[in-house]
Nanobody
Framework: VQLQASGGGLVQPGGSLRLSCTAS????????VAWFRQTPGKERTFVAA????????NYADSVKGRFTISRDNAKNTAYLQMNNLKPEDTAVYYC?????????????????WGQGTQVTVSS
């Protein structure tokens, strides 16, 4: 499956953004989806994941209660709703997919990756 991430931008602290990840070329409805983020010089880190088989979600502790991962299979799209954004949320955000029913926080679990979308939280 090919993935295309979008929706990044510049937002003030406390603001919100919704990222989208549109899939093509595969069976999106049977793919688990995830979001990771990366800042310059650092490793890509887990943000959230959604298992395809039972819609169980998993979140990094740093985003629990602020971010929500969801999907619309009819639109072949996954979303990351980000509320109460903080400057430390600034990063390039990547979406990923896997045919495995998983919410793994490990980069190596995820086979398909989209290009990143920049999120900058600054006043």
């Amino acid at each position: 499956v090919q993935l295309q991430a979008s929706g990044g931008g510049l937002v003030q602290p406390g603001g919100s953004l919704r990222l989208s990840c549109t899939a093509s070329g595969g069976t999106f409805s049977r793919s688990s989806v995830a979001w990771f983020r990366q800042t310059p010089g650092k490793e890509r880190t887990f943000v959230a994941a959604l298992r395809w088989s039972n819609s169980i979600a998993n979140y990094a502790d740093s985003v629990k209660g602020r971010f929500t991962i969801s999907r619309d299979n009819a639109k072949n799209t996954a979303y990351l709703q980000m509320n109460n954004l903080k400057p430390e949320d600034t990063a390039v955000y990547y979406c990923a997919a896997s045919v495995i029913s998983t919410t793994s926080p490990h980069v190596g679990t995820w086979r398909s990756w989209g290009q990143g979308t920049q999120v900058t939280v600054s006043s």
